[in-house]
């Protein structure tokens, strides 16, 4: 078995994808264990799905017992593994409306191009229509936040483990370009929605994990002030 220190965000939380895990341009990728089913958050740039497949085993699970794969927006280093996740496990795919055709149709604000890969579209099964909603895996409850800016169906999710917060947030420290669909303006309320859910751990998109309330704020403020 692998070393599951390496991984291990928190209680139930495992970082299996990344650059420094599997590499290729994918972004962090996000175990969480639910009990009788995992949830996966992101499916990177989908060169290395087999590799980030057997590091879940490795860490003692049974990588089939995927149940849910939430796509937090429609770039390839978050969605391009996606399609092979969902043939190897079966599981159900959740996005929200606004970043709905790429993900299912492709095309050019998906990035594929920048990063030199085809993308294989991938049929979405639960499409998160408003503000938020909420979806239950095994015994934990998600919350899905719609945080627009980065792209315009940008989510971040937000769940609880042993009385602690765990928001995931992946890229929203942006970039920001306007001709695939980001709207900084849009952002910013959207991060003065994730401070206030004063959240214990954020788990980035890129940059890792960051823990405490304290620095978790810190974080969204510094990209707030730097936006600014
Ligand atoms: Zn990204
Ligand atoms: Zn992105």
């Known amino acids: 078995m692998t070393s ?3 991984y291990q965000v928190c209680e139930r939380v495992y ?43 490795s860490l003692g699970f049974n990588p089939v017992s995927i149940s849910t794969l939430i796509l937090t927006h429609a770039h390839i280093d978050h969605i391009g593994g996606a399609k092979e996740v969902r043939d190897r496990t079966g599981c159900v ?28 579209p991938v049929k979405v099964d639960r499409v998160i229509e408003g503000r938020s ?26 769940i609880e483990v042993e009385g602690e917060k765990v928001l995931f947030g992946q890229d929203i420290h942006g970039p920001f370009f306007p001709e695939l669909g980001s709207d900084l303006s849009l952002w910013r309320s959207s991060m003065h929605r994730l401070l206030e859910l004063e959240a214990d751990i954020l788990c980035e998109g890129h940059f890792g994990v960051y823990y405490g309330k304290e620095e978790v704020r810190r974080y969204i403020e510094g990209y707030l ?4």
């Not at 994918?26 to 089913?37: G, K, M, Q, R, T």
């Not at 934990?140 to 169906?153: A, E, F, R, S, V």
């Not at 002030?225 to 600014?228: C, D």
């Open 4 to 6: 599951e220190s390496r």
């Open 15 to 57: 970082a299996v994808g990344g650059d420094d895990i599997t590499g290729g341009g994918d972004c962090c990728i996000y175990l969480v264990d639910c009990n009788s089913e995992l949830l996966l958050i992101d499916a990177g740039v989908g060169r290395n799905t087999g590799r980030m497949m057997d590091l879940i085993g």
């Open 93 to 120: 795919v959740i996005a929200h409306r606004m970043d709905l055709d790429p993900i299912e149709n492709g095309g050019s604000v998906t990035g594929s191009d920048l990063y030199g890969v085809r993308y294989d």
């Open 133 to 158: 909603e909420t979806f239950r895996c095994g015994d934990l409850d998600l919350l899905c936040i719609h945080t627009p800016g980065h792209t315009p169906g940008s989510i971040s999710i937000l």
């Open 225 to 228: 002030t730097y936006y600014s």
